[in-house]
């Protein structure tokens, strides 16, 4: 009995680790949104997405395009913050988990309040984290994009963000 109790005890354990890890690094790919830093966020991109994309290079300029865009525009990350994440769930050979993101952006006439996920994967079991944005996901893509989603992770339902006026 003191065994089962002490590997059940080192399991929880193992797994606060790995989210502990996933939010850490998650915080890591935020904060290199939210400062156009393109090369980070290439690292901690899942590399599906940025084969689908076409490539690093492609993956950068569209990057870079995007946030000349905003600039010119007048809008720019206020904020990006991160919820606790998920139970880890086993997906094939890798964990998977949901980690929630509120994401604040300033436009010129007001700001834009968005709640949206960042699917975490790690091939790893939990050491290394790459990251799909799931405002991409569609029923009809996730297994192209992630072929070993397991569907006990559920994705919640995209929401229309919040527009407040200045």
Known sequence: MKIIYIACISFLLASCGVQYTAKKQAKIMAEAIKTANYEVTLKYT????????????????ILKSGTQE????????????????????????????????????????????????????????????????TAILTKDNIKTILPNYNEKLVIPEKKAPKHIKN
């Not at 899942?46 to 300029?61: C, Y």
């Not at 769930?89 to 436009?107: D, S």
């Open 70 to 133: 905003m600039k010119t525009m007048g809008n720019r990350y206020e904020s990006i913050k991160l919820g606790k994440p998920s139970k880890t769930v086993i997906a094939g050979n890798e964990v998977h988990c949901l980690i929630p993101e509120n994401i604040t952006m300033k436009l010129k006439d007001g700001k834009v309040i968005s709640k949206s996920y960042f699917l975490a994967v790690s091939k790893d079991n939990g050491k290394n984290w790459t990251f799909i944005e």
């Open 46 to 61: 899942h590399p599906s997405v940025i084969q689908m994309i076409g490539g690093n290079s492609n993956f950068i300029e």
